[in-house]
């Protein structure tokens, strides 16, 4: 199975400060079809998860642009420019290019 | 508006059987291809299985730890898909997510529902 390693397991930060969570794939993620399916995931306290970005860095509907997404191969990077209230929660990224589709630990980002 | 509602959770002893369901609307359902994730309670979580759609035969994929013992299916007309789990065992104690992601104007979208309780004990 791909091993998905997630940094930090935890993160506190104060509203407006931009964060950056990292994820690392023990194998590409590059796919047949070309693209690389890396997603990342917002629970928010109490709530299903919801995905925020597919294919590395494409924005899912409705998710603000202060999220963005970046990497290639085996290495990924999850930005959160100027962070709001409503971003708090635990961050997971997932990989569906390989099955088992793998999930990363999470990073709980917390306030300061 | 999309929705996604799993029904059918609840305590069962270890080595019966429980039917989970997800009742789906607002998409175009017959293209999608479905999932079933499952969350433990430490949070972590888990692909347990998928459905994909017609246009390609229906084909079903398992995790490892439930293959042989859980089945996923779906009924288009009902644009609902279900988990039968067997011989369940204390370890499948979880929030059974239900999942589903399909192309619609060159955008992938994916929606889960508000997930399921499932709890296997004696």
């Known amino acids: 199975d791909v091993v998905m390693t997630q940094t930090p397991p935890s993160l506190s930060v104060a509203i407006g400060q931009s964060v950056s969570i990292s994820c690392k794939s023990s194998?590409?993620?590059?796919?047949?079809?070309?693209?690389?399916?890396l997603n990342w995931l917002l629970q928010s306290p109490g709530r299903s998860p919801k995905r925020l970005i597919y294919?590395?860095?494409k924005l899912g509907s409705g998710v603000p642009g202060r999220f963005s997404g970046t990497g290639s191969e085996k290495d990924f990077t999850l930005k959160i420019s100027r962070v709001e209230a409503e971003d708090l929660g635990i961050y997971y990224c997932?990989?569906?290019?390989?099955?088992?589709?793998?999930f990363g630990g999470g990073t709980k980002l917390e306030l300061k | 508006e999309v929705q996604v509602l799993e029904s059918g959770g609840g305590l069962v002893q270890p080595g019966n059987s429980l039917k989970l369901s997800c009742a789906t609307s607002?998409?175009?359902?017959?293209?999608?291809?479905m999932y079933w994730y499952r969350q433990f309670p430490e949070k972590r979580l888990e692909w347990v299985a998928r459905?994909?759609?017609?246009?390609?035969?229906?084909?079903?994929d398992y995790t490892e730890s439930v293959k042989g013992r859980f089945t996923i299916s779906r009924d288009d007309s009902k644009s609902s898909i279900y988990l039968q789990m067997n011989k369940l065992r204390e370890e499948d104690t979880a929030i059974y997510y239900c999942?589903?992601?399909?192309?619609?104007?060159?955008?992938?979208?994916?929606?889960w529902g508000q997930g399921v309780m499932v709890t296997v004990s004696s």
């Open positions: 607002g998409f175009t359902f017959s293209t999608a291809w």
């Open positions: 194998q590409s993620l590059v796919a047949s079809d070309k693209n690389t399916h």
């Open positions: 459905i994909k759609a017609k246009s390609n035969n229906y084909t079903t």
């Open positions: 999942a589903s992601a399909y192309y619609y104007s060159g955008a992938l979208f994916d929606y």
């Open positions: 294919h590395v860095s």
């Open positions: 997932l990989q569906g290019t390989h099955l088992p589709r793998t």
